[in-house]
């Protein structure tokens, strides 16, 4: 199992959280993105998954 840092795990789970309130199915890219435009550092989200 994949181990995420916890401020990228943070992202994911806001980014489910905004698929479960448009009451989508899924969460998507887009979601994905409007979760990192809220993080005040993305790069502190994304670094750590993009260093491997």
């Known amino acids: 199992m994949p181990s995420f840092s916890r401020p990228l795990e943070e992202t994911l789970h806001r980014a489910v ?8 199915e899924y969460a998507t890219l887009e979601h994905l993105l409007m979760a990192l435009t809220d993080d005040p550092t993305p790069q502190r989200s994304c670094a750590p998954a993009m260093s491997n």
């Open 17 to 24: 959280a905004y698929a479960n309130e448009r009451r989508h």
